[in-house]
């Protein structure tokens, strides 16, 4: 039987993680990564980094672009507490189901709220579908040339407001040049860069991050 990646993936978890452990389902992802195969998880250092931001922002509704295998959606679950949204985001139906049962693994599956589909076409249903008012946190890790038009389009719908903050990973490896461009150039928000490498390798990367200052573009003040 020949496996896709994520399915061989989601077999190292299925074989060394344990059940309900969010922890040991990270390490089982971070040790096939670092010894079988490389895979575009975030990874265990710049992992390290989400963590650091989520928990200073402490947030109480989280959206993640990207889903993948599912593993920063266990990172970043695994820190949250019980009452907090997470809304996951996922267009390759393929890699939204192994990150279902990646996240089924790690017991997460009744935090989780897991939604195949183009961010672009879900963003504007946020408010609508899970009466999301706006997000203290979006952790963004999909497609890197959907980054600043996604950032635009969660402002346009009023989803980030003032003390919001947007994480982004891969700024420098693969890169989204004109994204990094756009956060650092408004004094109505507060960035702030993470030097790191890119997952499993000695490759330069990092993660950018940023804060929203002024109210939300909706509040017209
Ligand atoms: O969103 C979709 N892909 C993942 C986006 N993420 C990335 O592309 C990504 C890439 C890299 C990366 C870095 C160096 C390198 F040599 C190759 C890849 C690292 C990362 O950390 C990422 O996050 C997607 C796909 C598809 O086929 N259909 C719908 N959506
Ligand atoms: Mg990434």
Not at 28 to 49: L, P, R, S, T, Y
Not at 97 to 113: T, Y
Not at 151 to 177: F, H, K, Y
Request: proline fraction near 5%; charge should be negative; hydrophobic fraction near 40%.
């Amino acid at each position: 039987l020949v496996l896709v990646l994520s399915s061989r993936l989601l077999q190292a978890v299925c074989i060394n993680a344990v059940r309900g452990n969010p922890d040991s389902v990270i390490a089982a992802i971070d040790h096939f990564c670092q010894n079988q195969e490389w895979a575009m998880n975030v990874g265990d250092e710049k992992g390290a980094i989400l963590d650091s931001v989520v928990m200073e922002t402490s947030p109480s509704t989280v959206l993640e672009l990207g889903t993948y295998c599912g593993y920063s959606a266990v990172r970043i679950m695994r820190l949250l507490p019980p009452a907090t949204r997470f809304i996951t985001l996922e267009m390759n139906p393929d890699y939204a189901a192994v990150a279902r049962q990646v996240i089924q693994h790690a017991g997460l599956q009744d935090k989780v709220c897991l939604v195949e589909g183009k961010s672009a076409d879900l963003i504007p249903k946020m408010a609508d579908m899970f009466g999301i008012r706006t997000f203290d946190f979006v952790f963004f890790d999909h497609w890197k040339d959907c980054y600043l038009p996604d950032i635009r389009l969660l402002e346009d719908c009023g989803l980030l407001d003032q003390g919001s903050v947007v994480l982004a990973d891969n700024v420098l490896c693969p890169g989204a040049p004109e994204y990094l461009d756009y956060v650092r150039s408004s004094l109505r928000f507060s960035s702030r860069f993470y030097r790191s490498h890119l997952e499993y390798t000695r490759v330069l990367d990092g993660l950018e991050s940023r804060t929203q200052t002024g109210p939300g573009s909706h509040c017209g003040r």
